[in-house]
DNA sequence: ATGTCCGTAACCTACGGA
């Protein structure tokens, strides 16, 4: 089974990458996030000539959440907790519950928007917790945390800034303390592998990126992964999202 | 610190958000 996460920067610009995407890597399920559409634009027709069913947790200018799926989607949970904002979406297939995840970004410090960083990071390890330890389950998206100064291009950059914060490494280190296994460390314990590079300062030619999309699974999907990577081919060309796909295969 | 991009509202430009 191959399952990717990908924060696309809006599905409306980015639909031409998508679905040459899709047809490209044949994965059998995405986790999706900033859509930016309501459910109403959102492309069902089209993802369903393409083989896939898909549920969506849209709001319109800004987050919205995906899970695109070859085979049925079933349980849809939309939405963390009593959040307002479309940031979360969890579905079932194939015996897996899989979750999409669009943290909040933070903006700053001392940014109201901060806390609410860290209480959304604290819902969904609540949500974690608590679930049917019984069900196989990878949870994924933009988390908006650089995990350690390893997945950060230069730390002496984010001295003060979001991302790397303390408290912000402390509330994502707790949902992977609930029994996660961070695919993205799996086989490779020493190499940046960057999610995310700035659209300005030509970040991307220049190699400042940031880890910040992850893949967590359970022990029983973990110990099966033969290959975990990031696609850094989506993040170049024509009109890119400023995140590259994570792409996980595992024997299902 | 910011050289870009996205969607929106309102119009051929500005703004919030990332």
Redesign the pocket.
Known sequence: MKVATW?V??????WPRVQEWLTLHEPDVVLVQ?T???DE?FPFAALAALGYDAAHHGQ????GVAIFSRTELSDVQRGLGDDVEARFIAATCRGLRFHSCYV????ALDDP?YDYKLRWLESLRVLLVERDRAQPLIVGG?F?VALSDLDVYDPS??VG?THVSAPERAAFRALLDTDLVDLGRLDNADEPAFTWW??????FR?G?GLRIDYLLADAAIASRVSEVRVDRVARKGE????HAPVLAQFDW
């Open positions: 924060n920067n809006s599905l409306t610009a980015r900033e930016k559409q309501t634009k319109g200018r800004w987050n909040p970004n933070g903006r928007h933009d908006n950059a984010f800034a700035d659209y300005r300062n030509g970040s220049r400042w009109k890119p999202s400023d």
